[in-house]
């Protein structure tokens, strides 16, 4: 396993053997990295696909929004408008429950 390295400047996670000269996000210098401990950094690696997972599912609720959108701009009749409407705030729901499990991901050092 490589090396993680974050910056304690703005929490950027770095991969490699040193860290990088300057931060790629807030420009700090190399002494701003500390590196993670192998714990921290088992975190990081374990929850790398399920944080994409949610980011994922974050993306295909903005596509179902878009799509209800649209099926409530057409118009085709009350039972229709109402389906779109009732997807469109579902789809708000499941857009926020990930976006919170991210949340409780970083806060557990799961980037």
Not at 6 to 31: I, L, M
Not at 58 to 86: M, Y
């Amino acid at each position: 396993m490589k090396k993680l390295w974050r910056c304690s400047v703005c929490g950027y996670v770095h991969e490699g053997e040193e860290a990088p000269d300057v931060c790629p996000k807030c420009g700090a210098g190399k002494e701003k990295f500390v590196e993670l401990t192998e714990e921290e950094a088992n975190k990081i690696y374990a929850s790398d696909r399920t944080n994409d997972i949610h980011m994922e599912l974050v993306c295909l609720a903005d596509r179902i929004v878009q799509l209800c959108e649209e099926g409530i701009k057409i118009n085709l009749d009350p039972p229709c408008v109402s389906a779109f409407t009732k997807a469109k705030n579902e789809a708000w729901v499941i857009k926020q429950r990930s976006k919170a499990e991210m949340e409780g991901h970083m806060k557990k050092g799961k980037w």
